[in-house]
């Protein structure tokens, strides 16, 4: 096993720059998820840490070797891809054994080798079969198999799940968590499904248009994003955003907006060194995720009035679109609740929960400085 350096890695097709100045360190033995939309650059790197593409500029460190100009059968990496790449005339054995044929392993070893791998996953009974005969998530494993066969020092991992059912892509989540403690391999998982991220996770990499945004648990990209991209990319429903301005006062901060008047302590935002730079700006944007407001009944005290405007049950919750002075919010409820289409309410919140961001589209609570990756733009959303 090894870990995972990227320096300053940048990847331009013509002029279009996909991958712009990112640097990353991937701990040995850890599971690194990069996660964003469609396009943002992420297959892109787990390329380039393969091999597969070569890097405009940066470096790619894997252990104490610089791999920029090894070929990548020679970078001990083992790469799982979406559309699982079997040989379709190949039995699943053979599917299996086929990295070590090529490298002319002895034939004991190799059936030691596979019959390890098999075991691991479950294939045992499969081994005479051909891909064919497979359901999605068996070959999904035979594509795994044939990837610790090789004992590599890192698995790259492009959107393996995205091919499977709701269904089959739970269960193959849950063995690639259990296959992840078992064999402890420094592993980068991309995908554009915040769920996968969130679960399998132990870091995660939020890409957007080339740029990395946010490195931290999942813990700390939900509940403290850098900046309006990850926080309304992380959730569903995303993070509700009010626009409005950021006042100083001799108690702290507040915040004013439309149907919204807010005071905010000074431990939950910067420092108030901060306060030319954010009036200067201009606007800033409140955010509270649904999960975070409490429903009262309409004309009790504070908080933001609204009506109902849509229901949406989703089983284990109710989810509520409140239109709140023309800004439509979102707010998760107990889904026994007896709120109706046209029902007026108030919304109130705990103002530890809130985040404001700036103009720049930074989040400007405290908490976060620490997690933000500095010198990011945050794109506009």
């Not at 403690?181 to 132990?202: F, K, N, P």
């Not at 994003?225 to 993070?239: D, R, S």
């Not at 954010?278 to 999960?291: C, H, N, Q, S, W």
């Not at 679109?321 to 800004?327: K, L, N, Q, S």
Request: negative net charge.
């Amino acid at each position: 096993m090894a870990d995972i350096l990227i320096k300053h890695l940048v990847k331009r097709f013509g002029k279009v720059e996909a991958v712009s100045d990112v640097s990353l360190k991937i701990e040995d033995g850890e599971f690194l998820v990069l996660l964003g939309p469609s396009g943002c650059g992420k297959s892109t790197i787990l390329r380039m840490v393969a091999g597969l593409e070569d890097a405009t500029s940066g470096e790619i460190v894997i252990g104490d070797r610089l791999v920029n100009f090894v070929d990548p059968v020679k970078r001990n990496v083992a790469m799982v891809f979406q559309n699982y790449a079997l040989y379709p005339h190949m039995t699943v054995y053979k599917n299996i054994a086929f990295p070590l044929s090529i490298a002319k392993r002895p034939k004991g070893e190799i059936e030691a080798a596979v019959s390890r791998a098999a075991g691991i996953l479950a294939l045992e009974e499969l081994l005479e079969r051909l891909p064919g005969e497979l359901s999605g998530g068996q070959r999904q494993r035979v594509a795994l198999a044939r990837a610790i066969v090789r004992e590599p020092q890192a698995f790259l991992m492009d959107e393996p799940l995205s091919n499977l059912d709701a269904q089959l892509r739970l269960q193959t989540r849950l063995e690639l968590i259990q296959l992840h403690q078992r064999l402890g391999i420094t592993t980068m998982y991309v995908t554009h499904d915040q769920v996968e991220a969130m679960t399998m996770g132990s870091r995660i990499a939020v890409m957007s248009e080339g740029v990395l945004q946010q490195v931290g648990t999942p813990q700390e990209v939900y509940r403290r994003p850098a900046n309006v991209f990850v926080a309304t990319f992380l959730g569903a429903p995303p993070m509700n955003l009010i626009h409005g301005a950021l006042e100083s006062t001799p108690g702290g901060w507040r915040f004013r907006g439309e149907n919204v008047d807010v005071p905010l302590s000074t431990d939950v935002l910067s420092s108030p060194e901060l306060q030319h730079e954010i009036e200067a700006r201009g606007d800033v944007r409140f955010g509270l995720r649904p999960e975070h407001f409490r429903i009262d009944a309409a004309g009790e005290e504070g908080g933001i009035p609204g009506s109902v405007q849509f229901l949406e049950p989703v089983g284990s919750d109710l989810y509520l679109t409140v239109e709140a002075g023309g800004t439509s919010l979102q707010v998760r409820t107990d889904p026994d609740s007896t709120l109706q289409a046209g029902d007026n309410v108030t919304l109130h919140f705990d103002p530890w929960r809130v985040h404001v961001f700036g103009a720049d589209g930074h989040n400007l609570r405290r908490d976060t400085a620490a997690i933000a990756v500095p010198g990011v733009p945050a794109p506009t959303v």
